[in-house]
């Protein structure tokens, strides 16, 4: 069986050359660490970052852009509108020169029918008048033959 290490009278432990090795062990774990974990993983990082700033920036950038952009499609939907509004105001004014030209030669037709009608009215009042010129002509002596007497005459 293997007896324990004696230490020092007073001491806890005897470390020898123990902590030493240890202190060396953690330096060359953390020379490893920072050249195969950290230094690549800060490097990810600092390289996102600088990304992200440029593009912020880019962003911050473009709000002039925007604004130029903005305005210029304002001025096209304007004359667009314009535009929109000239042709639909064409397009009534010719609707509105057709539907007078279809007017005025309905009106026309209508009134040379109302120019026939009235003088085929006053041919045919004229005839009536004239047929019953005849008629009155001949019941007017009838009511004179009645109600004088005989050997009267007018």
Same mark, same amino acid.
Do not use: Y
């Given at each position: 069986? +293997? =007896?324990?290490?004696?230490?020092? &009278? ?6 020898? /050359?123990?902590?030493?090795?240890? !202190? &060396?062990?953690? /330096? ?13 993983? #800060?490097?990810? /990082?600092?390289?996102?970052? !600088?990304? =992200?700033?440029?593009m ?6 473009? *709000? &002039?852009?925007? &604004?130029?952009l903005? !305005? $210029?499609?304002? #001025?096209?939907?304007? *004359? ?7 042709? /639909?105001? +064409?397009?009534? *004014? $010719? ?22 009608? =009235?003088?085929?009215?006053a041919?045919?009042? +004229? %005839? +009536? ?12 002596? %009838? ?6 007497? $005989? #050997?009267? *005459?007018?």
């Amino acid at each position: 069986m +293997a =007896l324990p290490a004696s230490a020092d &009278a007073g001491k806890l432990f005897d470390f020898n /050359l123990t902590l030493p090795v240890m !202190a &060396a062990e953690f /330096l060359l774990l953390m020379v490893f660490l920072d050249k195969t974990w950290f230094t690549p993983v #800060g490097d990810l /990082l600092d390289k996102r970052d !600088a990304e =992200l700033r440029g593009m912020v920036g880019e962003v911050k950038d473009n *709000s &002039a852009n925007l &604004a130029a952009l903005k !305005a $210029e499609a304002d #001025g096209i939907l304007r *004359s667009a509108r314009a535009d929109a509004q000239a042709q /639909l105001q +064409a397009c009534k *004014s $010719e609707c509105q020169a057709d539907m007078d030209s279809k007017f005025g030669a309905a009106k026309a037709k209508v009134d040379k029918e109302l120019q026939v009608a =009235l003088e085929a009215l006053a041919k045919e009042e +004229a %005839e +009536a008048l004239k047929s019953m010129q005849g008629q009155v002509d001949s019941l007017s002596n %009838e009511i004179i033959a009645r109600v004088l007497p $005989e #050997g009267v *005459s007018l």
